[in-house]
């Protein structure tokens, strides 16, 4: 998170958003964010039910998902019946379990499954701390479930597709403009 | 880069990939995969890991995806079974049987037996984990179980596959790409030291819950079994929390002891491999996601393609997906030597 140190060299820096960008965002109020991340958990949680059947125990658990080049983090805990997201703008006061740690378009990238876990950490484009198994966890459950950004959003059937390719354009776009890892497409890598 | 492919005029060699999930398997036989590999979501296969794996009904409808697109699947009940519990490890059997799996790879012993006599007709793999990496050992399993195909470990020259290929009645399959075991597997303890649980029995090497990384001073620590197994500075690749690629004060020297982190790449090898008389080529990676399989399936894929057709050999860029950002190929050529 941006008001950790954005200077921080401990992570690598490549698909951060421009500071400037990131700083503007520090004055937007999270409610909206946070409204529509639940939505976006919730939609998710209902189509793919066998993902909590993935996270077992750890469904209970709660994850720091932590956007290192924005001004806020996220506390999810899917948890069966009653699951929990809120958006803070610090992680730093907050109790987790585990922390996921990348820039917001790698963690929407590892989201959508053109990124691949492993190869992030590998190259430090993504750093996990504390609960090693919980992180896992989630990582298969959301790899198995084939998320398709249009439905998590609640799109209508018919107009899920476009909205899907048209985000999945964008953020291709903005990681290649911005610098991040590159996406795997079965034919080169993201080496660095 | 390319490469030539020219005096490889065997058999083509199956492509063999891993499905740590059924998505991860559709993804497989999509990219090209021959056959795919996948487990339980139990202690009876050694990727047992959070959230991994497949249930009975998965399994089953894997099957049938897979064989409605020509691939076949392998079922890895390759963990060596718990005095008092063999049921498990037999009930996993029984499963697969039912769900129609090409072939089970199996390593213990009493479960290569049982399975045997229990089905006669099923295809039977030796695991890598069961450490058969000599002729007569080889041999011992093929003509007192009717084993069919042999995985070796990944401790052993091309020449010597060759030789070995050569003097057995079995199909060879060797590791082609991924994580890189330098031990001779299924006798592996390391993990048992520091964890209390080892691939061999649990499923896990390294297991998840008794790994930990912390950002500590301008580096990254991990830990294992609370052991400090390394510390990464900033900016440098990192790889899996093994102990066998964790690095050691040995002799006033602190070093890689046992290996660097690195990943197997056998692309630029695959004619000497097919000339050796490999039958089929495993990718490495139940825990990897779906981008790294069909990255490295396909890249397999192309190159397995262009040598059946003499063709020259595509060398995609893979080290990306590589542990440390590094390839090599390992004991098929003992450099060291």
């Known amino acids: 998170m941006l008001d950790v140190d954005p200077q921080n060299e401990t992570l690598a820096r490549r698909g951060f958003l421009p500071g400037r960008l990131a700083r503007a965002m520090a004055f937007l109020p999270l409610y909206p964010l946070e409204f529509a991340a639940f939505r976006v958990l919730e939609n998710t949680l209902s189509q ?28 999810l805990e899917p948890r069966e019946s009653t699951p929990r997201l809120s958006v803070v703008p610090s992680l730093e006061t907050c109790s987790w379990d585990a922390r996921i740690a990348a820039p917001l378009l790698v963690l929407l990238g590892l989201l959508d499954g053109c990124y691949d876990g492993d190869a992030l950490f590998f190259t430090r484009d993504l750093t ?65 | 880069m390319t490469l030539t492919s020219s005096g490889s005029s065997q058999k083509t060699m199956e492509l063999i990939c891993p499905a740590g999930t059924p998505s991860a398997l559709r993804t497989a036989v999509e990219a090209g995969a021959d056959a795919v590999y996948c487990g339980f979501r139990n ?26 697109r020509g691939a076949k699947v392998l079922v890895a009940l390759n963990t060596f079974a718990r005095a ?53 050992a080889i041999r011992f399993y ?39 075991c330098v031990m001779a597997e299924g006798r592996c303890l390391l993990s048992s030291y520091a964890t209390g649980e080892s691939p061999n029995m649990n499923g ?12 500590e001073g ?41 290996e660097e982190p690195t990943s197997l790449n056998t692309i630029g090898i695959l004619p000497a491999l097919q000339k050796a008389g490999v039958a089929a080529l495993k990718i490495e990676g139940r825990q990897r996601g779906k981008a790294y399989l069909a990255a490295t399936v396909r890249a397999f894929r192309e190159a397995l393609d262009a040598l059946a057709t003499e063709r020259q050999l595509p060398l995609p860029e893979l080290s990306g997906l590589t542990e440390g950002s590094r390839q090599t190929v390992g004991s098929y050529r003992k450099t060291w030597r």
Request: glycine letters at 8%; charged letters at 20%; one cysteine or more.
């Open chain 1, 48 to 75: 793919h039910p066998g993902m909590l059947s993935r996270l077992g125990e750890h469904a209970s658990k709660r994850f720091a998902i932590d956007p290192v080049d924005c001004p806020f983090g996220i506390i």
């Open chain 1, 128 to 192: 996990i701390e504390g609960d090693t198994a919980a992180v896992l966890a989630l990582r298969n459950a959301i790899e198995d479930a084939e998320i398709d950004p249009g439905e998590a959003l609640g799109m209508p059937k018919l107009a899920a597709p476009f909205v899907t390719a048209s985000l999945r354009t964008i953020a291709t776009q903005l990681r290649t403009a911005l610098g991040a890892p590159e996406e795997l497409n079965g034919k080169t890598s993201g080496a660095p």
């Open chain 2, 43 to 68: 202690e009876t296969n050694a990727r047992n890991f959070p959230g991994l794996n497949f249930d009975d009904a998965e399994l089953r409808e894997g099957v049938a995806y897979a064989h409605a």
């Open chain 2, 84 to 136: 008092g519990c063999t049921k498990v490890w037999q009930t996993a059997v029984e499963q697969a049987v039912a769900a129609k799996a090409d072939a089970l790879i199996l390593a213990d012993l009493g479960l290569i037996d049982w399975a045997r006599k229990t089905f006669p007709d099923q295809r039977l793999h030796l695991s890598v984990q069961a450490a058969a990496a000599t002729v007569p």
């Open chain 2, 142 to 180: 093929v003509e007192t179980f009717g084993i069919r195909r042999v995985v070796l470990p990944r401790v052993l020259t091309v020449d010597e596959i060759s030789a070995i290929a050569s003097n057995v009645a079995c199909e060879i399959e060797v590791f082609a790409f991924g994580g890189l």
């Open chain 2, 204 to 215: 896990v090497c390294s297991p998840a819950s008794h790994v930990a990384y912390a950002q």
């Open chain 2, 218 to 258: 301008n580096g990254l620590v991990a830990r294992l079994g609370g052991f400090t197994i390394d510390r990464y500075p900033s900016g440098k690749p990192v790889g899996y929390p093994t102990l066998c690629k964790g690095r050691f004060s040995c002799n006033a020297k602190v070093m890689h002891v046992f």
